[in-house]
């Protein structure tokens, strides 16, 4: 009788030491996600925080080679930025992403639309004589906007121009 009582004793104190070890180890799991969540939020901001520096730079160069003068710039934007609470005003440029805001101040005055969309994205800086703009394309058409309607037998002449300032060749006009 003796020995089924010591296996009874063993099997339940086997049950308590795993019923432990599952709470420290998932106590220990759960610590580990939380602290590489924050590593790579941080690391999310350190990535838009050098891509606002590269953003300022070519700005700031653009600006001082005068009105005319175009540039096409590639930044890396990480995941966690919220579009609704990023702007351009003034002379200013600000991403909110997770708790943090990531801002950027330049010697012109600024206009247009930020990027907000994960990945590498291209954008062209536009010099005027009364700042830059900044945007995602300066090229856009539709058959609206070139189509011209005619009679037959007439004859129209019109003359349009389209620059490219993206980073593609212009193949064909749909």
Same mark, same amino acid.
């Given at each position: 009788?003796?020995?089924?009582?010591?296996?009874?004793?063993?099997?339940?104190?086997?049950?308590?030491?795993?019923?432990?070890?599952?709470?420290?180890?998932?106590?220990?799991?759960?610590?580990?996600?939380?602290?590489?969540?924050?590593?790579?939020?941080?690391?999310?901001?350190?990535?838009?925080?050098?891509?606002?520096?590269?953003?300022?730079?070519?700005?700031?160069?653009?600006?001082?080679?005068?009105?005319?003068?175009? /540039? $096409? #710039? !590639?930044?890396? *934007?990480?995941?966690?930025? @919220?579009?609704?609470? =990023?702007?351009? %005003?003034?002379?200013?440029?600000?991403?909110?992403?997770?708790?943090?805001?990531?801002?950027?101040?330049?010697?012109?005055?600024?206009?247009?639309?930020?990027?907000?969309?994960?990945?590498?994205?291209?954008?062209?800086?536009?010099?005027?004589?009364?700042?830059?703009?900044?945007?995602?394309?300066?090229?856009?058409?539709?058959?609206?906007?070139?189509?011209?309607?005619?009679?037959?037998?007439?004859? /129209? $002449? #019109? !003359?349009?121009? *389209?620059?490219?300032?993206? @980073?593609?060749?212009? =193949?064909?006009? %749909?």
């Amino acid at each position: 009788m003796r020995m089924q009582t010591a296996r009874g004793q063993t099997s339940v104190e086997l049950l308590i030491v795993l019923a432990i070890s599952l709470v420290v180890l998932a106590s220990l799991v759960s610590f580990t996600i939380t602290q590489v969540s924050k590593v790579q939020q941080e690391q999310h901001v350190k990535t838009l925080q050098r891509s606002a520096e590269t953003l300022k730079e070519a700005i700031n160069d653009a600006w001082s080679q005068g009105p005319g003068t175009y /540039r $096409r #710039v !590639t930044l890396t *934007l990480p995941p966690g930025i @919220d579009a609704t609470q =990023s702007s351009i %005003s003034g002379k200013s440029i600000v991403w909110k992403i997770y708790q943090t805001q990531v801002g950027v101040g330049a010697i012109p005055v600024l206009s247009g639309t930020l990027p907000t969309q994960v990945g590498t994205r291209t954008i062209v800086l536009s010099v005027t004589s009364t700042g830059v703009a900044i945007g995602a394309q300066t090229l856009s058409s539709s058959v609206s906007t070139i189509y011209l309607p005619m009679t037959r037998d007439s004859f /129209r $002449r #019109v !003359t349009f121009s *389209l620059s490219n300032t993206s @980073d593609g060749a212009i =193949s064909a006009l %749909s």
